[in-house]
């Protein structure tokens, strides 16, 4: 899979910018089926940086009301990133 399907964005949320600073970690929101050594060379090859853990998480979609039907909100699947000390992303 190329690493520009794999990593789709990155996530910029309030706990994320905390983590940057004081754990060097960073989020993406990356492709359903991508596994954590193909996340670990897709961010490696994309930011240039190396990697020293990641974790993954899915969130299933909530459940919202538009008139009077139901519906689902797209789940995504979440990766987060932790980086060698000297290394960080500058996206962020």
Known sequence: ???Y???IKPLITEKGTIQNETVNQYAFQVHERANKQQI???VQKIYEVRVLKVRTM???GKVRRYRYTRGRTA???KAVVTLHPDDHIDLF
């Open 5 to 7: 399907q794999v990593v």
């Open 58 to 60: 899915k969130r299933r």
């Open 75 to 77: 789940g995504m699947k």
């Open 40 to 42: 670990q060379e897709a």
């Open 1 to 3: 899979m190329d690493p």
